[in-house]
């Protein structure tokens, strides 16, 4: 079955370090993946975009890899804040494709240290 | 004002009850999606529709009926609550030009607890 994983633990982390999530996917071939971010008591919030032909997308401090080849996305914050701590998801479309039906992971909570 | 809206925010009822959760969007968007959220698992679909015409079934539908009264309202209901639905549920909506590849909009969710 289709499987998405994002590291489970907590990643804490000094303001002004750069913040490292991961990824992983299985059984799949998705044309684009998404990064949202979700606070406490709030609904998800895109972020970012990469399809599968784009190595790298970058939005001010934010940068996403994808590589199809080891089937994982990296999601790095630069210069990282306290006002960045949050849960992170990842989501890939559904298999079949052209229907926006995303599988999401289960997020990886980000705590910045002041 | 937000462009996702859910009511109720939070809902507290007995096993049996029937449950109505509304969702309502002024994005002008056709994509509406019911999701539920619960620890360690994620967002999962349940329903989704593509227009007013156009009702899908998600991953985990069984207990569960929605209805698209128009392009902006999407309501899910639970006919017969029970306790393993207490999740907290979320609304939300896409735009279908470019058919994939769009974000999607969610609602702050609404927090059901099911005794």
């Known amino acids: 079955s289709q499987k998405i994983e994002q590291n489970s633990e907590a990643l804490n982390i000094q303001e002004g370090k750069t913040a490292t999530l991961t990824c992983n996917y299985t059984?799949?071939?998705?044309?684009?993946l998404q990064w949202y971010r979700q606070d406490p008591g709030r609904g998800p919030v895109f972020l970012l975009l990469?399809?599968?032909?784009?190595k790298e997308k970058r939005k001010e401090r934010l940068k996403v890899t994808f590589d199809t080849t080891l089937k994982q996305s990296l999601f790095h914050i630069t210069a990282s804040q306290p006002a960045d701590s949050a849960t992170y998801l990842c989501a890939l479309e559904r298999y079949g494709g052209a229907t926006n039906k995303l599988i999401f992971g289960t997020g990886t909570l980000l705590a910045v240290q002041p | 004002d937000a462009d996702v809206t859910q009511t109720p925010r939070n809902r507290i009822t007995k096993t049996g009850k029937r449950i109505m959760l509304e969702c309502s969007q002024t994005k002008g968007h056709d994509r509406m999606y019911w999701y539920r959220q619960d620890p360690g698992l994620g967002l999962r679909l349940i329903y989704y529709s593509f227009d007013v015409k156009d009702i899908n079934k998600g991953e985990i539908s069984d207990g569960y009926s929605v209805s698209r009264q128009a392009q902006a309202k999407f309501s899910l209901s639970l006919e017969s609550a029970i306790p393993n639905q207490t999740a907290l549920y979320f609304c939300?909506?896409?735009?279908?030009?470019?058919?994939?590849?769009?974000?999607?909009?969610f609602g702050d969710g609404t927090r059901l607890s099911i005794l």
């Open positions: 990469i399809r599968e032909n784009e």
């Open positions: 939300a909506t896409s735009d279908s030009q470019g058919m994939s590849n769009q974000p999607q909009h």
């Open positions: 059984n799949y071939s998705p044309a684009y």
